[in-house]
């Protein structure tokens, strides 16, 4: 064998036997069934969609070109936009941390509270983030806290799980080595689990507050503040252009946060490899 050809080599699964070529072909079709079966259920009509693109064409044309004479009203909704994501996020890491270490196979002896744990964080992150806001909402009135909150709760759901995965992945060693010298639960945790899992931990939470910077700008709709209201209002009122000039905005308030915590997560995950 050549090195072109070693370079190349396949090195995924590669059936053997009549067996093997046989259970191949049957997961296959039983794969082909269920991706028509699905689709059958979505309504997929690629006809549909290409009928109607003239009325996309028709909204494009109506919005463009953008208002760029609203952008200094939107600044005050785009920071709370901001606001509304950075405490979203804050809010749900000290929840998330207590019940990553419950939910976390590997520290949590007692499978009842492992199992309660795990399925409570099933939970939470399975309500989405609009039925969180419009709970809230009708709660604490209109505003941006019902959006922090709705973030909170769910952002717990979903940095409970990264984080008790992050904990499940850890190097036992140094953990048996705490326990053989008669360190207590806490002291394993702080000594041995916190400085394994600390840069995943920042990683994700960085990840997270793109995740909630997004999600802040839609929990808008439902009346929870920021650029989300705004663009509802322009749609309601047939403004077209200041719509245009709202989905701007969030793209690049995506785009900055995006390059500034990818940047972030890589200078730390960098520093954590030394």
């Not at 997929?44 to 969609?49: I, K, V």
């Not at 309660?116 to 809230?136: C, H, K, P």
Request: charge should be positive; proline fraction near 4%; include cysteine.
């Amino acid at each position: 064998m050549t090195d072109a050809d070693s370079r190349y080599r396949w090195t995924g699964y590669s059936p053997r036997g009549t067996r093997g070529w046989v259970t191949l072909t049957m997961s296959a079709l039983a794969l082909a069934y269920v991706l028509h079966w699905s689709a059958l259920g979505a309504q997929l009509s690629w006809g549909e969609l290409a009928a109607g693109l003239p009325q996309i064409a028709d909204f494009a044309s109506r919005a463009l070109p953008p208002d760029t004479g609203v952008l200094g009203r939107l600044m005050a909704p785009a920071l709370e936009t901001v606001q509304i994501a950075v405490w979203g996020t804050l809010l749900a890491v000290p929840p998330a941390v207590v019940l990553s270490f419950l939910a976390a196979r590997n520290l949590q002896s007692r499978r009842w509270l492992y199992q309660s744990t795990r399925q409570l964080l099933n939970g939470v992150r399975s309500i989405n983030e609009l039925i969180l806001a419009l709970v809230f909402v009708s709660a604490v009135g209109l505003g941006p806290f019902p959006g922090v909150l709705a973030l909170a709760v769910h952002g717990a759901g979903m940095l409970g799980k990264f984080f008790a995965e992050a904990i499940e992945e850890i190097d036992q060693g140094p953990l048996e080595a705490l326990r053989a010298t008669g360190a207590r639960p806490l002291q394993v945790i702080v000594y041995g689990v916190l400085p394994q899992v600390l840069t995943a931990w920042i990683a994700v939470l960085l990840y997270r507050f793109e995740v909630n910077l997004r999600s802040a700008t839609v929990l808008g709709m439902v009346g929870a503040g920021g650029l989300g209201f705004e663009l509802v209002g322009s749609l309601k009122l047939f403004r077209y252009q200041e719509t245009a000039t709202c989905i701007l905005v969030i793209m690049g308030m995506v785009i900055v946060a995006d390059m500034i915590s990818s940047q972030l997560r890589h200078r730390i995950q960098n520093s954590g490899r030394h």
